[in-house]
């Protein structure tokens, strides 16, 4: 049982959905809400990565969806709809980091990032809502970032792209105030995953550093100087698809050891 599960069904019957669910925070999520209950969709473009996440547990269900391309997006969403029913919980999760100087960011880096970070997430969420009728009951939430929430120096791309999602879930509370739809952000710091996991041999090479001691480096960027571990926004996340938190539109948690 996943820590962070509660231990109840609180979730049972509903179809959960995670898009890059097959690897680090997406990952983590996606099993604590099958093990809560929930019928969970996990997209990504690695069908092998998916399909290994899914055998652990039987509430998993792969489904290749590039958030990349628009067609791919509505008619993966369109068809986990028509096998799972419409999606209660939906996780915009995907997305990807690069960073470099501002003066050396290319139109075409720029537009990387936003295709997949802003974009992508504006498809999930229009898709998912597209399978909810106007009484049912769901919640939509976007992994943003502290790079959501403040700058970041050799990361604009990757900061205005994670700003961009806050705009879009607070946009999208006043537009759905009528319906019983809450649409919230989470906004980590540095967490160990690949994401850092790939950033380690750059800096162990830039700063002549061993793996411990490039890690202590990223970890520096949080409050608390200590890498966040997946389960700390899995918690959040649990938290924010629980009744309890029915009344939190809009929002943004950030988790990240301290004030950003
Ligand atoms: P991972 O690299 O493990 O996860 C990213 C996921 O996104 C992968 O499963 C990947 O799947 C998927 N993905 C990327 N591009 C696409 C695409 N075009 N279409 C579909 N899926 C895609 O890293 P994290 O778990 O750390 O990242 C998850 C989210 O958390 C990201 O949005 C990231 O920006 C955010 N975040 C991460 C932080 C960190 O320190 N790790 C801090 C703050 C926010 P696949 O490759 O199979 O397509």
Not at 11 to 25: E, N, P, Q, R, W
Not at 247 to 258: A, C, D, L, P, R
Request: proline fraction near 3%; hydrophobic fraction near 45%.
């Amino acid at each position: 049982m996943h820590p962070k599960s509660g231990g109840i069904m609180e979730h049972a019957g509903k179809h959960a959905l995670v898009t890059g669910g097959g690897s680090g925070i997406g990952k983590d999520i996606a099993i604590a809400l099958a093990q809560a209950g929930a019928e969970v969709t996990i997209t990504g473009r690695r069908a092998e990565t998916l399909g290994a996440v899914a055998a652990e547990h039987p509430r998993l269900h792969a489904q290749v969806m590039d958030v990349d391309d628009e067609n791919s997006v509505r008619d993966g969403i369109a068809a986990a709809a028509v096998a799972r029913g419409p999606i209660r919980i939906c996780v915009a999760n995907a997305g990807i980091a690069e960073g470099g100087p501002f003066e050396e960011t290319s139109l075409a880096a720029w537009r990387k990032i936003m295709t997949t970070n802003l974009d992508g997430v504006f498809l999930t969420f229009q898709a998912a809502l597209a399978s909810l009728d106007a009484e049912t009951q769901a919640r939509m939430i976007v992994i943003s970032s502290i790079a959501g929430v403040r700058g970041l120096k050799n990361a604009i791309p990757y900061a205005v792209s994670k700003h961009g999602v806050i705009g879009l879930i607070r946009g999208l509370s006043e537009e759905y105030m009528r319906r019983p739809i809450t649409f919230n952000a989470l906004c980590p710091g540095y967490v160990e995953t690949d994401i850092v996991r790939n950033q380690l041999p750059g800096l162990m090479k830039r700063f002549d550093v061993d793996e411990d001691g490039a890690r202590a480096l990223i970890a520096k960027g949080n409050r608390h100087q200590k890498l966040l571990e997946v389960d700390e926004i899995t918690a959040a996340a649990i938290w924010l698809c629980s009744d309890g938190a029915r009344s939190v539109n809009g929002q943004t948690t950030e988790i990240s050891g301290g004030q950003v």
